[in-house]
């Protein structure tokens, strides 16, 4: 599976971005797929995801509200809505996929896709 992150961008505190990730070489609807960050110094985090066997969305503490995390099956896109955004948001965001089963869910290593990532800043 391939995939290409797109929608990354600079925007002021307060404002919004939707991120895009578009898969080929395979149907997301079959992996566990979600989004991650990373910030300068700091370690990869989960931000949101959905699990492979049911619909149900898991998002992070920091994001829970702010962002939504959605997907369109046609287009085989995965998408995350990102509002009232905060500087601290700043970081490559990565979407990725996965076999990730709901234990793992929140952890890199339950995915074996990764898009290139897409910076996101957020001026304050």
């Known amino acids: 599976v391939q995939l290409q992150a797109s929608g990354g961008g600079l925007v002021q505190a307060g404002g919004s971005l939707r991120l895009s990730c578009a898969a080929s070489g395979g149907t997301l609807s079959s992996y566990s797929v979600g989004w991650f960050r990373q910030a300068p110094g700091k370690a990869r985090e989960f931000v949101a995801a959905f699990h492979r066997s049911n619909s149900n969305t898991y998002y992070a503490d920091s994001v829970k509200v702010r962002f939504t995390i959605s997907r369109d099956r046609a287009k085989n896109t995965l998408y995350l809505q990102m509002d009232s955004l905060k500087p601290e948001d700043t970081a490559v965001y990565y979407c990725?996929?996965?076999?990730?089963?709901?234990?793992?869910?929140?952890?890199?290593?339950?995915?074996?896709?990764w898009g290139q990532g897409t910076q996101v800043t957020v001026s304050s």
């Open positions: 990725a996929a996965g076999r990730a089963i709901l234990s793992s869910l929140r952890s890199a290593e339950g995915y074996a896709y």
